[in-house]
């Protein structure tokens, strides 16, 4: 047979199963991987012409060595917030209603605490209805509460022990235009953002939102996880950046008015669970605010997705809301599942890309801020 092939070609009609060894066939069909021939291995086997493969199995549990600090969680809880959007008579009264959910979840010993999209969106009601009408004005009004929103949800996730995803709010940039920006706060203190990348013809029109330029994978002590507002989770490609930095979580903070909205958002992040094999929050708010400009009508049946196969529920939905009812709810999320799935799941939808024929990178735009590219 030797004489006949060669031995790499014997190696690839193995793997192809066009021909059978009863020691090589065994091994590839338990995923051990060829990564060399050796030559001169056996000299005195005339039927190997002295060859032997080298082969490599690797443990996809095995876990080196660590400080205890620095071990990767494999039990991670979630709690999410489905907020109904009401009226306040001040500032301090969202935060406190804000403490109230914080410490619900923090009692449950959850790991992060989610909140939706611009979910302080109802402190443009501390203006006069009139002064509404003026749209951009009434949106910058809601920006100028961010600082003191950022101080204070940190306070809390130090306080309560808890990260938080802040949902969204509204910031005004050095350029003094306006984002949509995700701040997670870590109990430890800091505080990170992923901006809104893709913006609504809605967010557009009326109020002048712009888009962010970065896309960040977030390492907390409870996995690694990823942030996509509302509208970039219909946007596969930025799911699939982040899987490629290994996400374990993606929390989806969103905001729709209608049922067609929401479910635009939450086929699109059951999507992005079953082809990035992770889990992905999704968090939105409920109620209606005739009296507030923009804010007339919600809809939201929050939800936590897994990925389609055996080692998760039936549906690939570990946790769900009652539709528009504000609600507490929790998920516990096994992140060693997600590591068998990615090298034993029914189907390997990340091992199996054919990078050969495409890949999929993120343009360098730092020469907007003037930055060298040479360097």
């Not at 500032?91 to 979910?119: M, R």
């Not at 992923?194 to 913006?199: D, G, M, T």
């Not at 390997?348 to 050969?356: C, E, V």
Request: charged share 25%; net charge negative.
């Amino acid at each position: 047979m030797l004489m006949k092939w060669g031995p790499q070609s014997i190696s690839t009609k193995v793997s192809r199963k066009e021909l059978y060894d009863p020691i090589l066939s065994f091994q590839l069909a338990n995923d051990f991987q060829v990564k060399r021939l050796l030559r001169k291995y056996l000299p005195e086997d005339e039927q190997s012409k002295g060859y032997a493969t080298l082969l490599e199995w690797n443990n996809i549990l095995f876990e080196p060595a660590a400080n205890i600090l620095d071990t990767r969680p494999t039990q991670v809880r979630v709690g999410a917030v489905q907020w109904q959007m009401r009226e306040f008579s001040s500032v301090e009264a969202a935060l406190q209603q804000i403490e109230y959910f914080v410490d619900a979840l923090s009692d449950y010993q959850s790991d992060f605490a989610v909140f939706p999209e611009l979910f302080n969106a109802p402190l443009m009601g501390l203006q006069d209805r009139a002064a509404q009408q003026d749209q951009m004005a009434a949106i910058r009004f809601l920006a100028s509460f961010t600082e003191q929103f950022k101080t204070e949800l940190s306070r809390m996730a130090v306080s309560y022990n808890i990260n938080i995803v802040g949902g969204s709010m509204i910031e005004v940039g050095e350029d003094d235009r306006l984002y949509n920006i995700a701040y997670l706060f870590h109990r430890d203190g800091s505080v990170e953002r992923q901006a809104k990348l893709h913006i609504t013809p809605q967010e557009r029109r009326d109020w002048v939102i712009e888009g962010g330029d970065n896309l960040q994978i977030f390492e907390t002590d409870a996995g690694r996880v990823g942030i996509l507002i509302c509208y970039d989770v219909e946007f596969p490609e930025l799911g699939r950046l982040l899987a490629d930095q290994e996400m374990d979580i993606l929390f989806v903070p969103f905001w729709t008015d209608t049922k067609n909205g929401y479910l635009r958002v939450r086929h699109c992040s059951q999507a992005r669970a079953i082809e990035n094999e992770c889990y992905v929050v999704l968090c939105g708010s409920v109620g209606n605010l005739p009296s507030i400009e923009n804010l007339d009508i919600q809809y939201a049946q929050s939800a936590v997705f897994s990925p389609s196969d055996f080692a998760f529920p039936h549906d690939a939905v570990l946790a769900e809301t009652t539709p528009n009812t504000e609600m507490i709810f929790f998920s516990d999320l096994d992140l060693t599942r997600l590591t068998v799935l990615r090298a034993e799941g029914s189907v390997t939808n990340l091992k199996d890309r054919r990078k050969d024929l495409f890949d999929l990178r993120w343009r360098d735009w730092s020469w907007k801020s003037g930055a060298n590219l040479e360097d």
